[in-house]
């Protein structure tokens, strides 16, 4: 416990003193009276200032301070004027004992939310530089603040706290210092160098504190001169000089730059420099030092560094990249590599190690998985707390391969030929990444013939560890734009007019049932395609004559259509068949090609209606002109003359070049001789 007593300056009635207590890190608390929880307590309400709760307001605790004074100073301060109010007759000022309290081994983000909380409580009011200090808070939490900025640079103030929290646990080890005093002892000179660089910044030099020049051992803004500050700074010189002579031995690697993601999915690759120290090392900043880069070594912006894990037999691994860029993520890497840990741990019966409730949903009964930085926008990922069975070599052979691309197990894809039957393209066994599937995929629509459909069948389950962007990104590559989806248990379905997508686990009645449905409807597309390019390449001649058998043909394919629907059909898979036959429109093809069957069935009655028509006209024509010559024999003339005119009309009549002279008979022309469609299509 650490006390300052301070005194709230606008109200002489109140003597306040406040306290520092530390409290286990991660702990659940409820709002206490007189007590405030900074960077602790897993909630953000009055009392209680905390970012881990997972809130989206901020990624520090100091950043929520400032964001939020009423959860200090309303939480606190209105019951202590109260109660000052009630004994202002007896003029004895109110001595109020109040509670700050953080987590154990406080960092920087701590130190930083204790102590502008205490100014608030104290002051009313925050300091000048209150949301550079916030600002500097979110740079650690994100990684994007150095503890060198960069060579021959002085530290920077998160440099010499983290220095000195190195100094006072290198203290305890040595028995230097009481383990009881360790945090009292970081909070009291942490909150001697955070008012140093306040004063700093305002510039503020009264006569007492003469400012000297930076240089690469002290900063400018360091007037504190406690012996323990002085013995981190040294330490943080000595841990610079065993960087350089691990560069200088060679164990330090320069690697080749790596390909990663960028940040989002819009992003381009980038290819980061990278550097590594493969072993356990005696450094403590050795991350920083890669990052700033050397005189011989120029900045890396991906590093892998191990470091202890407590075992021998094993190491930890950190990697990561250098947030301030803003370039690449690691999104995928995290999952890659607890994947290819579960597979040597299996071989080598360390499986029930890390059994326990799952840290993460997509590793059931893995309580200690390889974490893939998913709260620092993937630009972290780190081994489990117990060390990792990989070595170096294995872990560098994951990032170098195509990480960001999810695994995929036993992926299958099917294309239909021009009949409707489907047929297997290829079929991957085993695991391999979405990149491969994609490439199949695309093959497969490229080698295909003119009369195969461009409708694919792919069977694929990804591993849940990348996300659903990934996932939501292959079935539109696969379907089309804006598939449908359908689930079914486990198992999902995408569905579009290229193609259907499944995912999800093996399983082969489904997958036999998918396949038979899937052509099924194929069929029946392939047959109302290949009728309507026989319908529109024909005459109308022709179409007329072929029209019984083609009809007949149709009405079978439907009828065979309907009457497959249900064979082996489990009933879950109904909601697939009817969006299966919906987003290729099956309904709606049958009945325009029937429609047209339909058109071309009128026509051929209307033709022969009209041929029928002239027959009787021509045979009732003869009639008439013999029953002149027979009554009027002095007319034989003129009848042997009408006699060859309707043989001519006779002889004619059926050829389409005279019938458009006939047409313009009137009246009898049309019923006579017109036999063009009702469509207007050419007969």
Known sequence: MTSFRLGLSDDPDIELTIRHVFVKKGSVITPTADVLFVDVGGRLCPGIIDHHQGSPDACSATRLVVRHPEFV????????????????????KLEILATIATHEKPDLDALLAGYLASELLYLGDFPEQAEELADMADRVDQGRELVVPAVGEAPTLYGVILSLSHELDARVRDQRLQPERRDEEMLGIGFDLIRDWITHKQGWNGGRLAVTPSNSDRPAWLRCRHHIVESALAGLQSDRARFDQLVASGRVSHL??????????????QALPAAAIPRVEECWFNKHFLRAGTDSMPPASLTVIASDSGRPDRQRFVISI???????????????????????????????????????????????????????????????????VLDYEEILDVLRSSFWEPEVHEAAVYGFDGNGHCIERKRLHGSCRLDAVRS????????????????????????????????????????????????????????????????????????????????????????????????????????????????????????????????????????????????????????????????????????????????????????????????WPDWQSVTRVCFVLLVILAATSFFGRMQRWYLRIPVLGPMLFDESPHDGRPA
């Not at 209105?78 to 004895?92: C, H, M, Q, T, Y």
């Not at 620092?376 to 990792?388: A, F, K, L």
């Open 73 to 92: 100073f309303d939480h606190m301060v209105p019951g202590w004027r109260n109660a000052a109010r009630s004994r202002a007759a007896s003029k004895v």
């Open 256 to 269: 080749d730059p790596v390909r990663v993601p960028g940040r989002t999915a819009a992003d381009a690759m």
């Open 322 to 388: 250098d947030p301030r860029g803003r370039e690449g993520s690691l999104r995928g890497l995290g999952a890659a590599l607890e994947l290819r840990e579960s597979v040597k741990r299996a071989q080598l019966g360390l499986s029930a190690e890390r059994a326990g409730p799952a840290r993460f949903p997509e590793f059931p009964d893995v309580q200690e998985p390889w974490y893939d930085g998913r709260g620092h926008e993937h630009t972290i990922v780190d081994s489990p707390n117990c060390g990792s």
């Open 440 to 631: 199949d995929v695309s093959t497969a629509r490229k080698t295909r013939t003119p009369s195969e459909p461009d409708f694919l069948l792919v069977h694929c389950a990804l591993h849940a560890a990348w996300g659903r962007a990934p996932l939501e990104s292959l079935a539109e590559f696969v379907c089309g734009a804006a598939p449908t989806r359908l689930q079914m248990g486990r198992i999902e379905f995408f569905i579009g007019v290229r193609g259907v997508l499944v995912h999800g686990p093996h399983d082969e009645a489904i997958a036999r049932s998918v396949r038979r449905q899937s052509e099924r409807v194929l069929r029946l597309v392939a047959r109302l395609d290949a009728l309507g390019r026989k319908l529109a390449s024909v005459d109308g001649a022709e179409r007329r004559t072929s029209y019984r058998g083609w009809l007949g043909e149709h009405v079978r394919d439907v009828a065979r259509f309907h009457s497959t629907r249900s064979n082996e059909l489990p009933a879950e898979l109904l909601p697939f068949v009817h969006e299966l036959e919906a987003r290729l429109d099956v309904e709606s093809r049958a009945e325009a090609i029937g429609r047209l069957l339909e058109h071309v069935n009128e026509d051929a009655e209307r033709r022969n209606g009209v041929r029928l028509n002239r027959l009787v006209f021509i045979v009732a024509l003869f009639g008439v002109l013999e029953t002149a010559a027979a009554l």
